[in-house]
């Protein structure tokens, strides 16, 4: 049985003369929130588009939820919540739902029940019945949430869940992705939000020209942790030694360097080697590589703003 809810092999997609993706590669787990991220026009709604079989890959092959990709098996689990959320602005959140939950084949009271557990999951049951068309972004959004996830995915693709959320929003957001994980519900998220993401995700991909460039597994990154020192000497003799604990990061300057290592557990040793070299240390601080350093690293100084 493939484990797999997600399994892409190979797929590309071309536009007349124009490449938009080029052999993407990608597996993604149950439970898992899985990050994808990317400059603008690196392929990456594209890249979604061929998973939800709403554009058709040139070349290459893939299962959803165990099912070849564009089956109709593959796509009756499957919720959706696009960027831009356009509703018909006439109906109201409940119209909407229950419009989402009918074309999944769900009837009557069962279905009546999961539109009132939804609306009040998103905070939405007080407006349930009030025009979208009066409906801020934020409230939009959390009523596009709803309707992706009326007829219980087990895969769910959200593309910028939070750009037009408040920070009682995004928090609203954040907990609710992380109820669909404790439930062994996948979620492929698609943000240029990197600071979401990293609290968010469990594990991200970095697209560039259409390709898959990167995995990265947040919190266990290897080299992702930097150590910043503040010692006199610094001379050669004393980074050549600091060599030997990781990676020296950057120029270092009269009296500071920064040195990239697997993890804190070396930082004790560091501290006791320079006093034993006689260097008068006055700082020594950790910290993690953030996910927008990685972004600028993986992408390269060639890539330009999108």
Not at 69 to 84: K, M, T
Request: aromatic letters at 6%; charged letters at 25%.
């Amino acid at each position: 049985m493939n484990e797999r809810v997600i399994d892409a092999r190979g797929l590309r997609k071309t536009f007349g003369e124009t490449l938009a993706v080029d052999d993407l590669s990608l597996q993604v787990s149950p439970g898992e929130i899985f990050g994808f991220l990317g400059p603008n026009g690196a392929g990456k709604t594209t890249s979604i588009k061929m998973l939800l079989s709403l554009v058709t890959p040139d070349e290459g092959e893939g299962e959803v939820l165990g099912h070849p990709i564009g089956s109709r098996a593959a796509r009756a689990r499957v919720g959706f919540l696009p960027e831009h959320c356009r509703f018909h602005d006439s109906l109201t959140a409940r119209e909407l739902v229950r419009f989402h939950g009918r074309l999944h084949g769900m009837r009557g009271q069962p279905l009546e029940t999961r539109i009132d557990q939804l609306l009040s999951r998103v905070d939405l049951l007080d407006a349930a019945d009030r025009p979208l068309r009066g409906y801020s972004k934020g409230m939009l959004q959390r009523a596009g949430l709803a309707q992706a996830l009326v007829h219980d995915p087990r895969l769910v693709f959200i593309d910028e869940p939070t750009s037009g959320l408040d920070p009682l929003g995004r928090l609203l957001v954040r907990d609710i992705l992380n109820e669909l994980r404790s439930n062994g519900v996948a979620v492929f998220l698609n943000s240029h939000l990197l600071g979401e993401v990293e609290t968010t995700c469990d594990r991200v991909a970095f697209v560039k020209q259409g390709r898959v460039v990167h995995h990265l597994t947040l919190g266990a990154a290897p080299s992702s942790f930097e150590v910043e020192i503040r010692a006199v000497p610094l001379d050669q003799p004393v980074l050549d030694g600091l060599a030997r604990f990781g990676t020296i990061a950057g120029r270092p300057a009269e009296d500071r360097v920064r040195l990239r290592v697997t993890d804190d557990a070396v930082l004790p040793d560091v501290s006791r080697w320079l006093v034993s070299q006689g260097a008068r240390l006055y700082e020594i601080r950790g910290r993690r590589k953030s996910l927008e350093e990685w972004f600028v690293d993986v992408m390269g100084e060639d890539q330009r703003p999108g």
